[in-house]
């Protein structure tokens, strides 16, 4: 079973900066894409941003030129660095990770959900 473990998130006023980490561990023999999705009170989960085993990103509209998504292959880790925050990222933040087991095929596996709350 793939775990992804999540790091960061909390409070910060607009304007501000925050970095989330995910970390995947298990038994991976390679990963397709590792992303960030993020769910806001009442409304659906959504893509933030993504990353392929190529260096391939995309992202969301709305945080294009303020969010930077970047992995560490080597450590199995997503990061998503997010500057220049507006109350509307206020969110809880998923990670998010599809790639192969050895043994077990396909997986697709999220991490916990982290709060990040941006205040004006």
């Known amino acids: 079973q793939v775990q992804l473990v999540v790091s960061g998130g909390g409070l910060v006023q607009s304007g501000g900066s925050l970095r989330l980490s995910c970390a995947a561990s298990?038994?991976?023999?390679?990963?397709?894409?590792m992303g960030w999705y993020r769910q806001a009170p009442g409304k659906q989960r959504e893509l933030v941003a993504t990353?392929?085993?190529?260096?391939?990103?995309n992202y969301v509209e709305s945080v294009k030129g303020r969010f930077t998504i970047s992995r560490d292959n080597a450590k199995i880790t997503v990061y998503l660095q997010m500057n220049s925050l507006k109350p509307e990222d206020t969110a809880v933040y998923y990670c998010?990770?599809?790639?192969?087991?050895?043994?077990?095929?396909?997986?697709?596996?999220w991490g916990q959900g982290t709060q990040v709350t941006v205040s004006s």
């Open positions: 298990g038994s991976i023999s390679s990963i397709d894409a």
């Open positions: 998010n990770a599809k790639g192969r087991q050895s043994n077990f095929g396909r997986f697709e596996s």
């Open positions: 990353i392929t085993s190529g260096g391939n990103t």
